[in-house]
Structures are given as structure tokens and as C-alpha cells.
């Protein structure tokens, strides 16, 4: 074959990028799902389990979905002794002792097994307890890949590192990672494996200081990483300004446009009803691959 | 202390350009940001004084001495958040965001090498001037928890500002546990919605969560005419579950524009001030009732 | 019999503290011979489970019923278990409880059956 088009993931070409903000409703969603839709083929991995709405514009046909589980102590009272190491030993407060027994709170529990450890008589095993859900489905070219945590759970981050485990089962692929909001934990788990970091930033002074946390976050993790400016009107923009000044690259503009908003409150993905937006997207999906693969030195030469 | 909490389920709802309008409005003596990850307030709010910064201490987290390690690798088999590595020269050491501070690698340890020691995960700031108090804070990058930091948030402001009739907090985004430290001995919450698909689903997961409580819960629509339809499903929602719907706001630019000045929407004359003051005053209504 | 309440104040004409996981101090007092000590409540810097971790300080410490304002659904559990009583304070200080809960006029907290008031253990 003698011409690629170069925004197709070339052959054994692994390619994650990785969308992140600062804050919800800068874009991020906009921008993942858009840009996962432009592509020839993608994989859209949605790592926002506490509010996942990639799936409300994909609309995913469902291949198939795991729940995620994660271990909860089962005490065997038989065989108990009574010496509260259990519950002395627990550092999130897990386990009462009432009664002369031991009782789990499923709720507080981290899953770390220390109980199990300690426990002079093994009395304690593990059984699984389910925090979340995983769903695999595909809506046209896209391989859509939603995770959701069950309300009340604490943690998100048993479900990204399983539903990063999965969608890497693809094979070579692109992939675009829809991350949470922030900068906490859960978000470090979505861009682990990221070879790019698209940036989302709205043209407000809150969304500079937003924007500047995931700056910090993907300098600390070495990530590469370039910036699209949404929602842009006329006038100065705080956000273009802070990326100038810090030499952080735009690799794209989304003006501020009331059609595209009514589409994203409908939930329809603009790169598939809009020619406009089709090749808005393409460009910028276009730019965000030469960007990774100039950052991450790839050899094109397969 | 009357406290009025606003949620939004998702981020960039409008949340912030709302507590700001009605911290004007209400002439709160105390207010609160408990958005730990991504505090906002403080950027219209205007604080002309240095606050009062107290470090806050999460999770501990395990620390490996290297010249007591016997790479044994006890260590790294028994952490369940693969928190523990090895480099080529053999040197064990953890990873300060993998881990959750639970202790198991101190206890399987045959050599003590291994000790929980405390860790900063973030920041605690006081604002104390104009006869007002201002209370948030930071988390710092990678740290979990910071359910526990929205509790002292809400806490340094009720100890520094006892007296305050009422007090307005700017809630946490999502529906986990922040948000559920957040909503704890609040006397209502006020839910700014945007008129989306995906706003109107997070609203009715952060109804659900408040419902736990039992606290009054109160509605508005931001940016309302992106989709009047969706708005109004919005509307026939409230009125099918018995929540009062206090108002809606139009998207407005000058909005944008008072924020980018550091200002909030009432300290201008513009569509959306003029809004938030109407739903302003039908939810000081609610919360009096 | 001994009953417990949730305090900020080692004081007993100061204010019921508003929260029970959190509040610094637990006010042990007993009916019968009118003595009062004050534990402190280690569950204050837990990051999680502190509700549980300050009804096992009362399980521990043999007191019969917990006079709080409120009270999370895991340390409810424990103290259910353990056949604690729950009754709800009114507002005031904490003696201004204890007469109260003395004279049968504090309701169960979270009430089961309506109209059931005050219980003696």
C-alpha cells in the first residue's frame, strides 16, 4: 500500500490518548466521544465510573459486560478465638467487635487482606463483593468500553484498572480514554498507560486554574500532552493565554457554537450528524497522532 | 446556623456561578468550597487577606528502607494495589499514589524494613476578613480520600463562624463520597441542573444520594435555553417527584465575562444575575419553610 | 446504668456535639451514682468508618444507651448489635439531656414504632 492516510493507527501501532480537564463540563466528553467517532476505528474507553456518560451518546449495542468484584472478609465464628487482632489491625475501621465476634462493614473495607493475615486462627477467608460494573458494546466503528461504579462505593479505581485491562485485549487500536474529572487518584489510574494527554480547557478564569492542575499532573507523570481550547468566543481567552505563556501546545479551537451545544444536550455525537464537525474532528484527531507519535518517537517505518 | 448546600451532579453545571450570586445576595457571614480537587470559589470571592493554612494528613503511607530490605518480596506479593516495585539494582519502594496506607506490607515484613509514616495529601485554608469567613482547601495531585477534607472544610468554617445565621457551601462534583460529607447536617440542598441528557442523568443520581438524608432539595436549570425541551423534562420531573422548582437561568455570555473579572453574576446588570435572583429568593422560601 | 453522649466540650453545661463519628469526646455518665468521665474519641482523624470506630469505643466501654442527635446507619449497626439503645437529644446541654432521658422524655432515635417514647434500660 502505498498511501496511508495519517490518521489511521498504521499496522502494530498501539496508539492511547488519554482526555483529560481539570473539572467536569469542559469538553472532555465532547472531545472523546467526537473524537473516537472521527476515526476510521477506535476503541472509546470511559473511565468516569462515577458519572460515565459516554455511552449516552454512543447508545452501544451491549456484547457483553463483567461485574467487577473485589474481596470482602467472611469470618468463620467457629473458629474464632476472640483475640481482636482483626479488628485492631484494620486501618479503615472495618470491623467491629460486638458480642464476642467480629463483625464486617462491607462498605468501609479497602480489600487489602490484612485481616485474613493476622488472624492467628484462620478463621477469616474472602469472599467477592461486587462495586461496579463493566460493559462492552460497539456503535458503529467504535468499540465502546463504559464503566460504572455502584452508587455509595468508594473507590473507582478496581474498575479502571480492570476495564483498562480489558479494552487492552483489543489488540492495536487506537484508543481514546474519556478520564474523570480532576486530578485525585481515580484519574493518575486512567492516564497510567496513556502514550498522549489531550488537555480540555474553557476560556474562563476558572478554567485556567483547572487547567493548570491536569497540566501539573501530566508534567509529574512525564505524559505528552497538548491542549484544546473549547467553547471559544470573541475576545480574550485566560485559557489561550495560560498555554502561551507556558508553552503548552494547542493542538485545537472548538468555537463556542449554540448547534453544537443543542446536539451535546441531546446526546448526539456531532462528528457523525454534521460534515462541519466531522472534519473538525478528523483535524484534530489528525494533529493529536502526529503530536503523540512526534512525542513518543514512533517508528513509522513498519 | 442555617446551612444551604449546592450540589450539580456533574461538573461545569454552573454550581459556583450560583453559590457566588447567593453569597452576594444573602450577605452570608460564612461560606464554604468543598470542591477539595478542584476548589473555584476563592477565585470570585476576592479574598484580600493571607488564610490561615493548616496541612492535612491522609492515609499514611508505607515507606521501604532500603539498607534494612532483605528482598525477600513478602512485600510486593501481599500488596493488593501494586503499590510495591523493584528497580534493576534491587531496591524495593512504594508508590506514594497506589498506596492505600493499609499496613499489610509492615505486617508481612520479617525484618521491620517497612513503616507507615504520615503524608500531607493536601491543604486546609481559612479566610478571615470584611467580617466574613471563607473556608476550603486543596488536595493535593493522586490523593484519595478526600471525603475526610470536605468534613474539615465544613467544620473549620462552623468552628470559625459559629455565630453566622446562615451559611452557603459550594458542594462537590459527582455522587460519591465527597458529596455525601458534603450533604451531612446540611438543612438544604439546592441542585443546579443543566438542560443535557447527560445533566438531567447526573441529577437524578445526586436526588437519589440526597434522598438518603431526608434534606430538603430544591432545583434549578442553568443555561436553560441550549434545549427548552430538555428543560422541560427537567420541570415535569419536579413536578412528578414534589421537588420545588425554583427557577432557570438563560446561558449568557456576560456571565463569562463577569467570572473572567472576578466578579459574580449579580455584581453586574445581565440576563443570568437577574435570573439567580429570582431563584434566589424562591429558594430562601423553601429553606424557610 | 451507664449512658454515653457525644461531646465537644469536657463539660457537662456545655452543648450536645452535632456529631457523633466525629466529636472529640464521649461523655460516659451513670444514672445511678451520678459519676461522669469523658473518653476521648480515637475516630476522630480516621479517614473512613468512623462511625463504627466510635461505637466500638462505646461497645468497649459498657454503657447501655447513647443519647446523640444523630447517628450513620454503620454505627447504628454496631450499637444494635451490641443492644444499645439510640435516643434522639433535644436541643441544649448535655445535663440538660441527661434530666431529660432520666425523666422518660427523649424518643428513639430513628423511631421504629411511632409514638414510642423514652426507655428505660
Excluded at chain 2, 501481599?78 to 492505600?100: K, L, P, Q, T
Excluded at chain 2, 477534607?149 to 463520597?177: F, R
Amino acid at each position: 500500500m502505498t498511501f496511508i492516510r495519517d490518521f489511521m493507527v498504521k499496522k502494530g501501532e498501539d496508539m492511547r490518548i488519554a482526555v483529560l480537564s481539570g473539572k467536569g463540563g469542559t469538553g472532555k466528553t465532547l472531545v472523546s466521544v467526537n473524537l473516537a467517532s472521527a476515526a476510521d476505528s477506535a476503541v472509546y474507553i470511559d473511565c468516569d465510573v462515577e458519572e460515565p456518560d459516554g455511552h449516552l451518546f454512543f447508545k452501544p449495542q451491549i456484547v457483553s459486560s463483567e461485574e467487577i468484584a473485589v474481596k470482602l472478609p467472611s469470618i468463620d465464628n467457629g473458629l474464632c478465638n476472640g483475640c481482636r487482632k482483626c479488628v485492631d489491625f484494620c486501618k479503615f475501621n472495618a470491623l467491629a467487635f460486638i458480642k464476642g465476634r467480629p463483625c464486617v462493614f462491607e462498605d468501609v473495607c479497602h480489600s487489602c487482606g490484612g485481616c485474613t493475615l493476622v488472624c492467628p486462627e484462620r478463621a477469616i477467608t474472602e469472599t467477592d463483593r461486587a462495586v461496579g460494573e463493566i460493559r462492552k458494546g460497539t456503535s458503529g466503528s467504535v468499540t465502546a468500553y463504559t464503566g460504572i461504579l455502584k452508587p455509595g462505593e468508594e473507590s473507582g479505581v478496581p474498575i479502571i484498572k480492570r476495564i483498562m485491562q480489558a479494552s487492552g485485549s483489543e489488540g492495536d487500536a487506537l484508543r481514546i480514554i474519556d478520564c474523570p474529572p480532576g486530578s485525585a487518584c481515580v484519574v493518575v489510574e486512567s492516564i497510567r498507560d496513556a502514550d498522549y494527554c489531550i488537555l480540555v480547557a474553557e476560556p474562563t478564569v476558572f478554567g485556567v486554574h483547572n487547567l493548570n492542575m491536569v497540566y501539573g499532573l501530566v508534567k509529574l507523570f512525564n505524559k505528552p500532552f497538548g491542549a484544546v481550547l473549547n467553547k471559544c468566543l470573541d475576545g480574550e481567552n485566560p485559557a489561550e493565554k495560560f498555554c502561551i505563556e507556558n508553552s503548552i501546545p494547542i493542538i485545537g479551537r472548538i468555537p463556542f457554537d449554540t448547534e453544537l451545544g443543542k446536539m451535546n444536550s441531546d446526546a448526539e455525537i456531532a462528528a457523525r450528524e454534521s460534515k462541519k464537525y466531522k472534519e473538525l474532528f478528523s483535524d484534530l484527531l489528525r494533529t493529536a497522532m502526529k503530536e503523540a507519535r512526534r512525542e513518543t518517537a514512533f517508528d513509522t517505518q513498519r | 446556623m442555617r446551612q444551604l448546600l449546592i450540589l450539580s451532579g456533574k461538573g461545569g453545571t454552573g454550581k459556583t456561578t450560583v453559590a457566588s450570586a447567593f453569597i452576594k445576595l444573602s450577605g452570608a457571614k460564612a461560606f464554604a468550597d468543598c470542591d477539595v480537587d478542584a476548589p473555584n470559589l476563592h477565585l470570585i470571592m476576592g479574598q484580600r487577606s493571607e488564610p490561615r493554612r493548616t496541612d492535612y494528613y491522609g492515609m499514611p503511607k508505607a515507606e521501604i528502607d532500603a539498607d534494612i530490605c532483605v528482598q525477600c518480596n513478602g512485600c510486593a506479593e501481599h500488596c493488593r494495589f501494586d503499590a510495591i516495585s523493584v528497580n534493576s539494582a534491587g531496591e524495593y519502594s512504594v508508590d506514594r499514589f497506589d498506596c492505600e496506607g493499609c499496613g499489610v506490607c509492615e505486617s508481612v515484613c520479617p525484618v521491620g524494613a517497612v513503616a507507615l509514616r504520615p503524608e500531607v495529601s493536601g491543604e486546609l485554608m481559612l479566610y478571615n476578613g470584611d467580617g466574613r469567613i471563607f473556608s476550603t482547601a486543596q488536595l493535593k495531585m493522586g490523593s484519595g480520600h478526600s471525603g475526610m477534607l470536605v468534613t474539615e472544610v465544613k467544620k473549620q468554617m462552623k468552628d470559625a463562624a459559629a455565630n453566622a445565621e446562615l451559611a452557603i457551601i459550594d458542594g462537590s462534583p459527582g455522587i460519591g463520597c465527597p458529596v455525601i460529607a458534603s450533604l451531612s447536617g446540611v438543612d438544604m440542598v439546592l441542585i443546579v441542573t443543566e438542560p443535557s441528557v447527560s445533566g438531567i442523568s447526573d441529577m437524578e443520581r445526586i436526588i437519589k444520594t440526597a434522598e438518603v438524608f431526608g434534606t430538603k432539595t430544591a432545583v434549578c436549570v442553568n443555561k436553560y435555553d441550549i434545549n427548552t425541551v430538555n428543560t422541560e423534562r427537567i420541570e415535569g420531573f419536579c413536578r412528578s417527584a414534589g421537588l420545588p422548582y425554583v427557577g432557570k437561568i438563560p446561558f449568557d455570555p456576560e456571565a463569562v465575562r463577569a467570572i473572567n473579572n472576578g466578579m459574580t453574576i449579580v455584581d453586574v446588570d445581565c440576563p443570568s444575575g437577574r435570573a439567580a435572583r429570582e431563584i434566589y429568593k424562591n429558594t430562601m422560601e423553601v429553606l424557610s419553610e | 446504668m451507664k449512658i454515653a453522649i457525644p461531646m465537644d466540650e469536657k463539660d457537662l453545661k456545655t452543648s450536645v456535639c452535632p456529631s457523633f463519628g466525629r466529636a472529640p469526646y464521649f461523655l460516659i455518665y451513670n444514672t445511678e451514682s451520678g459519676e461522669s468521665l469523658f473518653l476521648d474519641n480515637s475516630a476522630v482523624a480516621s479517614q473512613g468508618g468512623a462511625g463504627i470506630k466510635a461505637a466500638q469505643t462505646l461497645v468497649d466501654s459498657g454503657v447501655k444507651a447513647l443519647l446523640t442527635p444523630r447517628c450513620g446507619e454503620n454505627a447504628e449497626e454496631v450499637l444494635r448489635t451490641a443492644e444499645i439503645s439510640i435516643f434522639k437529644t433535644i436541643a441544649g446541654t448535655a445535663q440538660q439531656n441527661i434530666d431529660a432521658f432520666k425523666a422518660n422524655q427523649l424518643s428513639v432515635l430513628n423511631d421504629i414504632h411511632p409514638g414510642f417514647h423514652g426507655q428505660k434500660g
